[in-house]
């Protein structure tokens, strides 16, 4: 499942969302990215998040598709929060569901490796007096 919003979300609200739709998850791997409050060396104060909501449902759909081919997965989650968020503001969830938690951990980690890297969202700090937008990394 992917999710791309504004709004905040629980996540063990959404983990037990899937995990109610499979008797056979043995294991999930989650992670959850925050807005901190330094990065680079700067106060940061807020970060705008721009996305290009049908190629970015598009691209995570296809890798969760690679991640299904590579990992033995019964499910993955995906929320992906865009506009204006605050320090502490939850950014990212990412949910890997397997009988297994070597499958489960490892196909986690290479979906949050390729939203970092690659996926169609554009971050923008907000400084006291700048912003910038940042380049996508690991």
Known sequence: MIIIQKKDFNIEKEILKIKSLHN????????IGY????????N???INIEVYKKMAL????????LAKKKWSLIDC?????????KINDKIVLVASFSEHRKDSFESCNYIMDYLKKDAPFWKKENY?????WLKNTN
């Open 24 to 31: 056979n998850i043995g294991a999930v791997t989650s992670f």
């Open 77 to 85: 989650l995906i929320i992906h929060r865009n506009g204006l968020l």
């Open 58 to 65: 598009s691209e995570l759909n296809n890798i969760i598709l």
């Open 35 to 42: 807005v901190r409050d330094i990065n680079n060396n700067k």
């Open 128 to 132: 006291k007096n700048e912003s910038i």
């Open 44 to 46: 940061v104060k807020s």
